[in-house]
């Protein structure tokens, strides 16, 4: 007669705790989530990277434009325009139409705020010797430089 003995059921073996199919689905369906989190955000970063290229090679082209000289400006890239001295309303200077320009600081303060110089209360500074030259970028696909130049002349 043989004696039956007892299979050594390995430990790995002992507990039977796989993963089931509902488990891989929901974990599978993480990761496709999390994946798709990952590529939105490379997509939009490559993108203001690209925008940051293009508006810094528009600003350095802009720039290049407005430091020639005036002759050799691209009129179609900036537009350009002069202002003269003084108080007024369009004034003709060597053959260009131009607008007058003048800085005016008026400080006019009621009673209760003003610690200053009783003189200058309610007064009024003028700097009529500016002339001004305004530059705009006619390219509207990203942030448009502007630049302001203000050249001032004494009076003295």
Known sequence: MEIRRKKIIPRLFKHNKASTMVETLVSFTVLVIVLAALYSIVVFSTELYMKSVD?????????????????????????????????????DVNGTECEHAALSLVIRLDDSTFTGDPAMKNSEIELTGTDLTSYVCKDSSGIVPKVVNFEYESNN
């Open 55 to 91: 508006t810094s090679r528009l600003q350095q082209r802009f720039y290049r434009e407005i430091y020639k000289k005036d002759d050799k400006i691209d009129s179609s890239f900036i537009e350009k325009k002069f202002y003269v001295r003084g108080f007024g309303g369009k004034v």
